[in-house]
């Protein structure tokens, strides 16, 4: 587990626990749940799910059979997670194939080479804190085309030039000194 997955799961925690002692925000927990399991018993998600399910079973026998780490089921189950889980929730507000062919693309490959190259781990807590404050920001601001929401993204672009940035420069580093 990289340091940004240890940083997100980190963050997922303190949001569970602050909202399973919170009296007043534990309906709102119950609320996200009960709507994910309304996603999870839908016709295209069950089938997905199996297929899925399928393919993590082969995985999981060629591990064992090449004796092989369990890491890669953790990274096909987030590739899963963020693509599909996705898919789904956009395809019931958009046409179908228009959300199809819109889940599909290079996201994956990036998500590769990002999670390879990380920061320390107080930096990643950081940069998802940072990163998620922006993200609802801007959803609050989703209705107005105000200069708030256009700073916002802004900011977020320029966060992820930084870490684009990074990434290539971390990439030519390994390349160099693999040649060396």
């Known amino acids: 587990m990289n340091t940004r997955e240890l940083a997100i799961v980190t963050w997922l925690l303190i949001i ?31 089938l997905i799910f199996i297929y899925q399910g399928i393919i993590i079973a082969g995985t999981i ?11 890669i089921i953790k990274d096909y189950v987030i590739v899963f997670f963020t693509t599909v889980i996705t ?3 956009e395809s019931r507000s958009k046409n179908f194939f228009s959300s ?7 996201g994956a490959i990036f998500q590769f080479f990002i999670s390879t190259y990380t920061f320390d781990y107080w930096k990643e807590m950081f940069i998802v804190f940072v990163t998620v404050v922006v993200s609802i ?3 609050v601001n989703e209705k107005y085309n105000s200069p708030v929401k256009n700073l916002l993204n802004g900011f977020l672009l320029i966060m992820m030039f930084l870490i684009m ?16």
């Open 16 to 46: 569970i626990i602050y909202f399973l002692l919170s009296s007043r925000l534990r309906p709102m927990l119950w609320g996200v749940i009960h709507a994910l399991l309304k996603i999870a018993v839908e016709p295209a998600f069950a």
């Open 100 to 106: 199809l062919i819109h889940s599909l693309g290079f």
């Open 61 to 71: 026998l060629f591990i064992l059979k090449y004796n092989l780490t369990f890491w």
């Open 165 to 180: 940035t990074i990434l290539i420069y971390q990439i030519v580093k390994d390349m160099v000194d693999c040649k060396n």
């Open 137 to 139: 920001l801007l959803v």
């Open 87 to 89: 898919f789904l929730g």
